[in-house]
């Protein structure tokens, strides 16, 4: 018994990776998250059980637990049971809790890594995470809410950083978020993108600064939307002027770092 854990990308089809291709198109059931692209549930076999495991706003609190419990099941029934998940497995998708759970079941378990909207989705908005005297690294951080109620990220400590950060589901929250770097000592004209719906026919990017992210947040930006702050927010490489751009930005902050 073995259940794939297979990352369906950031939307787009045609950026599966080849190895999570071949195992949907062998699949005799499939598991998979409400944002996965249709046209990537249509490359599994028309004799596979497909099964719509997505999590709703204001959903049962146990929703994990129940598909976990399906994963267990599934695979006691099936030869070729494929969990796909958007983005990778690993990265915010509950992946690993998973993998506990069908290990615990006895049930074997294999990692497909898949490309994260963490860096596909500022790269389809024509954003360099890292950039030579712009941002020497990145940091990836939920804008989630925990159930619990507690905020577990050290925003100073973010707000520090000076490098790129990039924050996965954070739509709802983004007036939160700003606030929060803001008040950490972020500087209010920091470069903020918000990259919708990044590499589907629905891409929508925009741009605004820290300081003015609350109020372009409020009932603008759309889930799902990846969260691009700092000085390469500001950037497009498909801009006829993104040469000019950057030199004018990294004069700004003061060279290479």
């Known amino acids: 018994m073995t259940v794939y854990l297979v990352g369906a990308g950031p939307g787009s089809p045609d950026l599966l990776t080849v190895r999570a291709a071949r195992l949907l198109a062998a699949a005799d059931i499939v598991v998979h998250d409400r944002l996965v692209d249709s046209r990537i549930l249509e490359m599994a076999p028309s004799t596979a059980t497909v099964i719509d495991a997505g999590k709703y706003p204001g959903g049962p609190s146990d929703a994990q ?51 994260s909207s963490a860096i596909a989705g500022p790269a389809a908005a024509g954003i360099p995470v890292t950039m030579r005297g712009l941002s020497s690294g990145f940091t990836v951080v939920t804008g989630h809410q925990d159930p619990a109620g507690t905020d577990p990220l050290d925003w100073e400590a973010l707000a520090r950083l000076g490098t ?16 929060r770097l803001l008040t950490a000592g972020m500087a209010p004209a920091t470069p903020v993108a918000a990259v919708e719906s990044a590499t589907s026919v629905e891409q929508r990017v925009l741009r605004t600064r820290l300081d003015e992210l609350a109020d372009l947040a409020e009932g603008t930006i759309r889930a799902p939307a990846v969260l691009v702050v700092g000085e390469v927010a500001g950037l497009d490489v498909a801009d006829a002027e993104f040469g000019a751009l950057v ?11």
């Not at 030199?247 to 770092?257: D, Y």
Request: glycine content about 12%; proline content about 3%; aromatic content about 2%.
């Open 65 to 115: 637990a129940h598909i976990n419990a399906v994963l267990v099941d599934a695979a006691r029934r099936a030869a070729v049971v494929v969990r796909l998940k958007g983005g990778d497995p690993y990265v915010f998708g509950r992946g690993a809790e998973e993998a506990v759970a069908l290990r615990s079941a006895g049930v074997e378990v294999e990692v497909v890594p898949g490309v």
């Open 164 to 179: 790129t950060l990039v924050v996965l589901m954070g739509a709802s929250r983004a007036a939160t978020i700003a606030d």
């Open 247 to 257: 030199s004018e930005m990294a004069s700004e902050t003061g060279g290479g770092r």
